[in-house]
């Protein structure tokens, strides 16, 4: 895979390029609000191939297919409920994914991983609709990274992962929500949150005017048990959603999330770093800017204000990614209270850490 991967500029000649690519097999990551994502023509089994390839994707973890107008969605899905069309009003475009019922042969076999079901969601970056609706196709574009790594926010996180193994990149600039979307099923008149995102719970109760459940991976608890929610076992069954099954966000180093009063927290960090500092090891803490001065570490990396959780959802990959650039072998995450945005944010740390989870 080793080729020359294209920079583009997210002007019209360059998108329209872009979108040529794509409509001829080609695959291309470009930017949305909430990640970059790697796109491939949805109804290409060829091109959706070279994605998983790329990135090293287990076969069995969906892809999101992503929409410039919700007037594809006729030749993508079945008739769907009231609900879905109440959140499709209320946040598309924007930081929301629905799974629905699939219409047989509209996607790829590998876009669904073989369910009755496709994860679907209209992009609210401007660069990202006028891609999509420039390549006249529906585009199935999980995130632009190597499987399991930090997810990009910029185009230069997309090439350090994939320069090589794609054909281009459109430089849209920095993503603005710094974390993938909410997806939901709806189930019994009542909405499942499968994976949190942009979109908070609050919100989507408000807008659909129903219930609203997050648990097992969506919340970030219980991952250290291998279940999905509803009781689907991680190893044998297909999730419904991408990021539900495997490890994900990761850094290079060995991370841990800790969870607790802010005191102690912040003591049992600083006795954990200063015991790995003296046996030889490169120590780092990812904290909140209200903390930074309390660590003591090879790398102290502020990912945002306990006052704008939304900021650190922003910053957060980033910051996992400078843990890399600066050779940190261990690492200690402080928690959030898992409210709003915070949920979502929660749930990242947990895959980054890979399930590593102490409560003091």
Known sequence: MNKETKVWPADEPAIAEAARTLREGGIVAFPTETVYGLGADARNPQAVRRVFEAKGRP??????????????LEELVLPYGEIPARLME?????????????????????????????????????????LIAAAGCPVAAPSANRSGRPSPTLAAHVLEDLAGRIDGVVDGGQAEVGLESTVVMVEDDRIRVLRPGGVTREALAEAAGCDVVAEGAASGEGEECGDQPGGESNR?????SPGMKYA?????????????????????????????????????????????GYY??????????????????????????????????????????????GLALMNRLAKAAGGRIVRV
Do not use: K
């Not at 076969?59 to 594809?72: E, F, K, M, W, Y």
């Not at 475009?93 to 009755?116: E, F, K, N, S």
């Not at 994900?248 to 049992?268: C, F, K, Q, S």
């Not at 003591?296 to 650039?325: I, K």
């Open 59 to 72: 076969s069995d973890n969906p892809l999101i297919v992503h929409i410039a107008d919700r007037g594809q």
């Open 90 to 130: 209320a946040f598309w475009p924007g930081p929301l994914t629905i799974v629905l019922p699939v219409r047989p042969g509209a996607a790829a076999p590998q876009v669904t991983a073989g369910l009755d079901t496709v994860a679907v969601r209209m992009p609210a970056h401007p660069v990202a609709l006028r």
């Open 236 to 240: 044998d069954a297909a999730p419904r």
């Open 248 to 292: 994900h966000y990761a850094p290079r180093g060995e991370m841990t999330l800790v969870i607790g009063d802010g005191e102690a927290v912040r003591a049992w960090i600083g006795r954990e770093a200063a015991a790995a500092r003296a046996a030889g090891c490169r120590t780092g803490v990812l904290t909140f800017e209200e903390h930074a």
């Open 296 to 341: 003591d570490a090879d790398a102290v990396v502020v990912c945002g204000s306990l006052a704008r959780p939304e900021q650190a959802a922003q910053r957060l990959y980033a910051a996992l990614r400078e843990f890399d650039a600066r050779g940190i072998g261990r690492i200690w995450a402080e928690g959030c209270p898992p409210e709003g945005i």
